[in-house]
């Protein structure tokens, strides 16, 4: 074989590992899924929205919740993780409560004061609340004042049983955010995808499972209601768009 044949054989050989390396990458790091629930029963009468307008800056978003609102989302966490988007830094006063076998609500805990910065605020679950139960329904709340007008926001999530999440192991978040969005627990997938971001962004992944979540909403009830769905979509998809 000649220097010139031997030398091509070399550099074709070189491009076609890094062909196959690059391949093999572009395979290996799997696109977001979709978060679609099948399953959307609709909330109960106690998250519909209060003092919807005012009380907002950058753009006009005012307090919104990042969690399904108009139906009852999942988790299998006992300790979720939840978050919300403020255009200001005032405290916001958080609440939690469960639906009792009445299908009365019963409040858990304290009233907590929570400090919060401007974009995308997260919190877990504090130790001083007892964990959750599996099976059971809660809601809970964020309220701030606006102009001695408190304006308040709802939802409500049950706890599920998750066998398959029993030692599950992921290898990267996408694939973690992957797993939670198709098996509809909207808390986890969200607590994931927020992982690779800070200063209240919400980042790539954050961005479209909040699109997901805008287009999930169910439109329902009173011509009043659906007003204040349709402004409740349009600001999750504006929150969405700009990735804040």
């Known amino acids: 074989m000649s220097y010139q044949h031997l030398r091509f054989w070399r550099n074709n050989r070189r491009l076609t590992s890094l062909l196959v390396g690059m391949v093999f990458v572009m395979t290996a790091v799997p696109a977001f899924a979709e978060f679609k629930p099948r399953d959307r029963k609709p ?101 701030i004042d606006c102009e001695n007008d408190p304006i308040v926001r709802r939802a409500e999530f049950t706890v599920i049983n998750c066998e398959s999440l029993a030692n599950k192991q992921f290898i990267s978040i996408p694939e973690s955010v992957n797993y939670y969005a198709k098996n509809e627990l909207w808390y986890e997938a969200l607590e994931e995808a927020l992982k690779t971001t800070d200063n209240g962004k919400l980042g790539q992944a954050g961005a479209i499972l909040v699109k997901e979540l805008a287009q999930s909403e169910i439109l329902m009830g009173k011509e009043a209601y659906l007003k204040d769905i349709q402004q409740r979509i349009e600001y999750l998809q504006k929150i969405a768009s700009e990735r804040i």
């Open 43 to 143: 909330s109960s009468e106690n998250s519909r929205a209060g003092g919807s307008r005012g009380c907002s800056s950058n753009g006009g978003i005012p307090i919104t919740q990042l969690a399904p609102q108009t139906y009852i989302g999942k988790t299998s966490s006992t300790r979720p993780m939840l978050a919300w988007y403020m255009s200001s830094s005032q405290n916001v006063r958080f609440r939690l409560a469960v639906f009792d076998s009445a299908n009365n609500l019963k409040e858990i805990g304290q009233v907590k004061e929570i400090p919060t910065i401007v974009g995308i605020n997260k919190l877990e679950l504090p130790l001083d609340y007892p964990e959750l139960t599996v099976g059971k329904t809660y809601l809970w709340q964020i309220a």
